[in-house]
């Protein structure tokens, strides 16, 4: 962060000759005197991807834990959850609480987690529990959310012992319960078979729970009197001969902790057998490994339970697996001729190695005309044991349609191209616009399962050259979505994530019109929003009422539903917690990446919007409910739900109107209305100009037209400060500016 005044630091420039995307932030006072570094600057933001299940992989975890609970919880929660790891920094740094439904604890050594996370990171993971989020410990992961930790206690070259801050488990978690575990060794591992508490499951409806379940175990420990405490159920206990006895014998219990759940095992019922790789000398480890393949269906089945005793969404199918990629459709159905036009250029300039298949610097592509029938290249791929790294680096398939032949709803069950076209033509005639003057969203690429939209378009140099401003690329599931700081995501059906391509020419505008890019991204967003179901830009349709507002630099916020009760509750943003509670939730993020080809800026914009996810997240759907119920008070009739097609082209449409306007003067024009929807004007915040928590009091003056930078105003001194988004985060919740955390 830096003020006016202060001189700025120049960060190293990143030669542009290996096409590698540029992450170096650069100040104001840099940029005027060498425009051209421009191509260097990262619009660093959050791309929006709720309902996560974040899985730590931090100091002390094991990769073959991290690995095991990955598989299996991708396995039971996919797609509806986003299963991904996450570092110690980002525990203790970023905002995770607000986009996350579980925290998982895999197995490791206990000791490396405290010394991590203990004070900060312990506080945060016990609020974001009791306010209502899911915990779950396996093996060490159980020993750190008990409330004392007593490990080989007397063997002075093993133990570990002492009180633990979490205590999602008032009581003692001792072990070893089977003598003979060696770190980083399976010599003093077992398939361990457990007595399932039926009973404990019965409120649950349409779980099979069995009577037993045989898992994996090394090391774990036992949960001392747990039938004594309140807010504890036994899930399971300990069967035949231990090292560790108790009344109860319990190897996994469930803890009511505020509003949240918390699970706790001793166990591994996370490890499943098809990851487990002994060598033929471990004769040990491999009958280990034959015996819990013979009790797979079981050990599945009680994970199952488990997960679904916490209050998470399972699969249907307990045979599910990582999404597959799917063919990503290309067409430009209102004027065939610009896919022809790309599909030449490709041929022209790119190295094919075989007909069809050419490489960029990121993926494989492999083109397909229409008239190809999916099976004949895709559905026969044998991908069903592959990991999601394997599933990633993958060939992605491109069909490229060069007529107005779609692809069918069987092709495509959760978005209708033809939908999508019909809804952009349509926004074009009611605006006097041709179909070949259209550039934003007139070619669209769909995918119902990709990697990352962003990191198809911005991470391949090579065919991104040859694409032309405005296409556009959604998805219905991302599973390697890119966020904040390089962390990926997996986003749930009912997410919009949309990646959309800018060509800028250099030039002095030009460089202002890069930086302040993502704030005009951000107001075609919201405007799409609240403009869905009109035609003209401004004409009211009822949507305009959803409580949503910006949140600087571009993140978009809602309401929640159940903060909602009046029209007039839209405009109160000076109160944004009641209580424990924050009333405002974030909906919608983006980021833009930026790279210098063939003389010009390429960014890719990508953005992200909860649609039609279910709870507990917030989508639109679920506020427009809390609309429709304000709106059958007042005898307005129930407005229709947001549909995924309909909004991306009102968003590409707006897009483009906007944008039109924007390359020629700027972000200036823009700044009544960017105004009109974020929170912030006249705000009274805490500013920390360190990151040290010293703070000042500053009221909020708007942002600067050229740069985008937020402007505030020092109340003691009325000093003026400019404040770059890159650096800086805005937590709504506090009324604090402080400098981000690397």
Known sequence: MWCTGVNPTIYPVHDSSDSSLFRYPFTCAVLLRFPLLIRCLLLKNYLLLKMNVLVYSGRGTTSESVKHTLESLRLHLSPNYAVVSVSESALLNDPWMYKTSMLVVPGGADLPYCDVLNGKGNERILLFVKKGGKFIGFCAGGYYGSGRCEFEVGDLTMEVSGPRELKFFPGTCKGCVHKGFVYDSHDGCRAATMAVNVDAFKSIPGVQVPDSATVFYNGGGMFIGASKFPNVDILARYTGETDVTDEDMAAVVHCKVGKGDVLLCGTHPEFTPTLMKPTESDVHYKDVAAHLEACESDRNLFL??????????VNEDTSASIPRLTPIYMSSNMDPTKTCKVLEDLRANMDFVEKDLFEDINDTFVLHDEGENDTDYFLLDDVGHQSLEEIIAGPKHIKVFTSRQLPGPKDTPYFNMATYFERLERLHRANNIEAKEAEFGSILCYSEVVTSTNTLLDSN?????????????????QIAGRGRGGNVWINPKGVMATSILFKIPTGAQQSLSI?????????AMIEAVLGYGSEVQGQGSGYEDMPLRLKWPNDMYALKPEFFNDLSDKNETSSTVEGDDEKWAKISGALINSQFLNGQFYLVWGGGINVSNLAPTTSLNLILERLNTIRAKKGLPALPPY?????????VFTMGQFYSVFKNSGLKPFLPLYYK?????SQRVKLDASGDGRTRDCVIKGITGDYGLLVAEDVANHEILELQPDGNSFDIFKGLVYKKQT
């Not at 549909?643 to 968003?651: D, G, I, V, W």
């Not at 929807?677 to 004007?681: G, Y």
């Open 461 to 477: 140099p090579g065919w991104l050259r040859h694409l032309p401003t405005g296409i556009t690329m959604t998805a219905t599931t």
């Open 304 to 313: 199952r339970a488990c997960l679904a005793k916490i209050g998470l969404k």
């Open 643 to 651: 549909q995924h097609e309909a909004l991306l082209a009102k968003l």
């Open 677 to 681: 929807r974020w929170f912030h004007l």
């Open 515 to 523: 930086v302040t890019l993502q704030y005009l991204c951000s107001l």
